[in-house]
């Protein structure tokens, strides 16, 4: 005689099978070796935490050998992965921006960017910007940045006694010791940024940012190979010069300042 499982029956029954599936998957992976990275444990970052604080020089090599003499098993990788996470100390930073705040109409800033030419080259373009009006001081254009070419830009961008009282510039190998002297030969007070801190220079990273956003600046081959800068649209870009000559500089300059930006002077930008 044969016998017929409602479906009652039947929906009973998937629900005790799909109960003891999950308690039996439960059960093999409670019981199951555990695969992958194992987790630092909290007193271990609190280590690696103190020591980053404790020696601002080591890195993680030294770190990890440390670590490894007093018999903690980790990676030197591992290590480096929480030294990037290690809280850092606000006071330096709340000390540099007093120092922007109390002294901003006695410091000017100078820093590079680069222009890519229609001929595949790079055009090197300093400049320097004051901080307490914004505006641009000196501004020229070259290939070949070297110490001795700066050096002559800081003249032309310091005549006489108009000198600021700090000057901010980042560690680019290009500001050698011999313009650092030069610097402090006209009674201004370097102040570098710090490693990767192009924020403690704000105000000449955002003159860089407006030429970008707001300029189209574009370049143009003249005779000889020799490419000059040009930028019809903004009267913020950099009045850039280059091997032409002084006088068609000059006269560049002067049709280039005939225009003024709507509410501020043809030097100051965006």
């Known amino acids: ?14 629900s005790v099978h799909r109960a003891g599936f999950e308690l039996y998957w439960k059960w093999i992976s409670r019981h199951r070796a555990r695969a992958g990275r194992r987790c630092v444990s909290r007193e271990l970052k609190e280590l690696i935490f103190r020591m980053v604080a404790e020696n601002s020089t080591w890195g993680a090599p030294r770190i990890h050998g440390e670590l490894k003499m007093l018999g903690l098993d980790i990676s030197e990788r591992t290590v480096l992965r929480w030294m990037r996470k290690a809280p850092r100390n606000p006071e330096p930073a709340k000390l540099w921006k007093a120092f922007l705040n109390n002294h901003r109409e006695a410091i000017a800033a100078m820093d590079f960017f680069t222009v890519p030419t229609l001929t595949f080259g790079v055009l090197y373009c300093f400049f320097g910007v004051s901080h307490d009006r914004r505006r641009i001081l000196h501004c020229n254009a070259t290939r070949h940045p070297t110490s001795a070419w700066i050096t002559q ?9 108009s000198a600021s009282r700090y000057l901010i510039f980042d560690r680019a190998a290009n500001f050698n010791e011999e313009v650092v ?8 007070e370097p102040r570098r940024t710090s490693f990767r801190s192009p924020g403690q220079n704000g105000v000449a990273e955002r003159f860089v940012g407006s030429c970008r956003r707001t300029c189209s600046i574009t370049s143009s081959s003249s005779t000889n190979g020799i490419s000059s800068v040009s930028s019809p649209s ?6 850039m010069r280059s091997r032409l000559g002084r006088a068609l500089t000059n006269a560049w300059k002067s049709c280039f ?3 003024p930006m709507r509410g501020s002077s043809p030097r100051a930008f965006c």
Do not use: N, V, W
């Open 1 to 14: 005689m044969e016998t017929s499982i409602g479906p009652r029956a039947a929906r009973d029954g998937r």
């Open 153 to 161: 830009q800081l003249r032309e961008a310091f005549p006489d006694d």
């Open 181 to 188: 002297s030069t610097i402090k030969s006209f009674g201004i």
């Open 234 to 239: 903004c009267t913020s870009t950099l009045l």
């Open 257 to 259: 300042s005939a225009t």
